[in-house]
Nanobody, 119 residues
Framework: QVQLVESGGGLVQAGGSLRLSCAAS????????MGWFRQAPGKERDFVAA????????YYADSVKGRFTISRDNARNTVYLQMNSLKAEDTAVYYC????????????WGQGTQVTVAS
């Protein structure tokens, strides 16, 4: 069992930046692929970014490429999402998730953190 706790959300003006953090419990953090997802009101949960176990590979949704950066610190059991040049359409609840398999669904999810971008 893995517990994921997100933090760092809040209210920011359009064009601003936020950094989200997700702290994971357990001793096997480095064995997990980590991802960030978001869900806007009335919409489905969408993929935002993912990072491989060693941080050698990252993946991004087209909507955030060039603006968001995912990173991880395996020594601190933490994954980050640096969000720059925020837009009103980035407003959503952001969730981190992890999985052991490279493919397939994510196994564990955090409770989410609200990001609101004021235009």
């Amino acid at each position: 069992q893995v517990q994921l706790v997100e933090s760092g959300g809040g209210l920011v003006q359009a064009g601003g930046s936020l950094r989200l953090s997700c702290a994971a419990s357990g001793r096997t953090f480095s064995s997990y692929v980590m991802g960030w997802f978001r869900q806007a009101p009335g919409k489905e949960r969408d993929f935002v970014a993912a990072i491989s176990r060693s941080a050698s590979t990252t993946y991004y949704a087209d909507s955030v490429k060039g603006r968001f950066t995912i990173s991880r610190d395996n020594a601190r059991n933490t994954v980050y999402l640096q969000m720059n040049s925020l837009k009103a359409e980035d407003t959503a609840v952001y969730y981190c998730a992890c999985k052991t398999a490279s493919a397939g669904p994510y196994d564990y999810w955090g409770q989410g953190t609200q990001v609101t971008v004021a235009s």
